[in-house]
């Protein structure tokens, strides 16, 4: 069943990987440095109409040409531009600011003008267009040189969003925030962004911290279910698992890290630099218990998340009743990202928590544990707000002794109301009972002793073909034709799309859904 929430930012329809410089040049008319004159909307037979989304043709004043483009000075490229309407696809969109200057590869269009490349934009949302530091002509001879050049001299800028949108650029190009690119390599560009760390300004450092600690599980809370889905021993049901690397980012700038963690003027900078370090075993065990007494809970926190790294988790234990909720919910945490069975009771209290957060963090952790380990908490929190999850948890192991429970988790549709996503419970109940039923013998379904768990299963509230076809070809292979005449009437007034065409497919050949 394929129905599942996220709990990071998704597109929601698949997207091509980035493309690396010299490929998408060679793909590429024209590729310039120019600056920006004016934008106006136009019309271009080429673009299809989008919702949340127009195209505009922007009109550029060239400075130097890369490739192509002999004797051009002034280029109207078309492009679309997001507007503030809805949108459900978003394509390759760029926005232009006047007077800037940027380095822009564009294709040939209509009547001697230009447009973008590609409508589809890739995991590098910007690719096409770059921001270029000054209206100078460009330097280097191969486009990887010419855009390192900018990057450089954008790292230098006195204004804050052009460094902020260096780093970002580097990053990216050396195969950070999940691009795989490699246009610079990846040591050259974090010795590029490394000493931006000590900036005075807070939007840059933070920047900078971010690109060494991106590959920390305690960085961003966010992205926590998908850590604990990686290094637990149980199972997040929805959530892709994410391992830790072998050698953290912030290996390469301990020192500088070090530094904002313990110099810093602002506490979230130096909670920020601490997590980002949390992995790299250059904090002594003394230091992160002296944080965890810091009268700041952005320090507090910090060092509860990576005291989950150290073999003592006294840490841990002393501060799961702090006041400050944003402690309770990175003890919370740090339960599940320690992985010590004996820290599991802990969870006990913060499942009870009148924090939202704290709970959500606690029962996402509880699910990270081994279901031996985690069992007893489940089954003593099955009145709480997570029962849906802890009833699937504990019969993925053996669905017997919770097919009644099952069955109300999809009779109901029950979901958390606190919940940071994933396969939406119902359909995981669904399947755990489906393939419970499947396994059964023949003849204990012919003699209705599975007829609560059926009734059940065909209450589902459908998302795909898949299931109730599935569940149909059982019906048929199990010696059940007049529940499978009943259920195949029933679905097709309740479904709004044509079942009868998956309903024959079954009736092909049941044995190829149902073995």
């Not at 800028?157 to 195969?175: H, L």
């Not at 013998?441 to 002793?449: F, I, N, V």
């Amino acid at each position: 069943m394929i129905v599942a929430l996220s709990a990071t930012r998704a597109s929601g329809y698949p997207v091509g990987p980035a493309v690396a410089l010299e490929q998408l040049a060679k793909t590429a008319d024209l590729v310039c440095k120019a600056t920006v004159v004016a934008d106006r909307p136009t019309t271009d037979a080429w673009f299809e109409p989008l919702p949340g989304f127009e195209v505009r043709d922007t009109e550029l004043r060239v400075v130097s040409v890369v490739k192509g483009g002999k004797g051009v000075k002034v280029v109207h490229f078309h492009h679309y531009a997001p507007t503030s309407g809805p949108a459900m696809y978003a394509p390759q969109s760029y926005r232009f600011t006047t007077g800037r200057s940027y380095l822009v590869f564009a294709a040939k269009g209509t009547g001697g003008g230009y447009r973008q490349v590609a409508k589809s934009h890739t995991s590098k949302e910007d690719q096409g267009v770059m921001l270029a530091a000054d209206a100078r002509p460009h330097r280097g001879k191969t486009i990887t040189e010419v855009v390192w050049a900018e990057l450089q001299a954008l790292l230098a800028s006195k204004t804050s969003d052009d460094v902020v949108t260096a780093i970002a650029q580097i990053d990216q190009m050396s195969g950070g925030r999940d691009t795989a690119l490699s246009d610079f390599a990846r040591p050259v560009a974090l010795a590029a962004i490394r000493p931006m760390i000590a900036s005075t300004d807070t939007a840059i450092a933070t920047a900078a911290i971010t690109v060494f600690g991106a590959d920390s599980p305690y960085f961003v809370d966010a992205d926590a279910a998908y850590w604990l889905a990686g290094i637990g021993k149980g199972t997040i049901p929805g959530i892709g698992p994410r391992t830790p690397t072998q050698h953290p980012t912030a290996d390469v700038a301990v020192k500088e890290l070090i530094a904002v963690a313990d110099g810093a003027t602002s506490a979230e900078l130096r909670g920020l630099a601490i997590r980002a370090l949390g992995r790299s075993h250059a904090i002594p065990a003394a230091t992160i218990e002296r944080w965890s007494h810091d009268r700041d809970p952005a320090i507090r926190r910090a060092a509860v998340l990576v005291s989950a790294e150290l073999a003592d988790h006294t840490v841990i234990t002393a501060t799961r009743t702090d006041a400050s909720e944003a402690v309770r919910h990175a003890v919370a945490l740090a339960i599940g990202f320690s992985q010590d069975p004996a820290l599991v009771p802990l969870l006990g209290p913060l499942l009870q928590d009148a924090s939202r957060s704290v709970r959500m963090a606690a029962a996402m952790s509880l699910l990270a544990f081994a279901p031996a380990d985690a069992a007893p908490m489940m089954k003593a929190n099955l009145s709480s707000d997570f029962r849906p999850l802890f009833v699937n948890a504990l019969a993925r192991r053996d669905p017997q002794p919770y097919l009644a429970m099952l069955a109300e988790v999809i009779e109901k549709h029950l979901q958390p109301s606190a919940w940071w996503g994933g396969t939406i419970p119902a359909g995981d109940s669904w399947k755990i009972l489906f393939d419970y039923v499947k396994a059964r013998p023949a003849a204990e379904l012919t003699a209705g002793k599975l007829d609560a768990s059926l009734d059940a299963l065909e209450k589902m509230q459908w998302f795909s073909s898949s299931e109730p076809r599935d569940l149909y070809a059982l019906y048929l292979r199990r010696g059940l034709p007049a529940r499978a005449k009943r259920f195949r009437a029933a679905v097709r007034k309740s479904v709004t799309y044509d079942m009868d065409y998956y309903f024959d497919m079954a009736d092909k050949d049941p044995s190829t859904f149902v073995p």
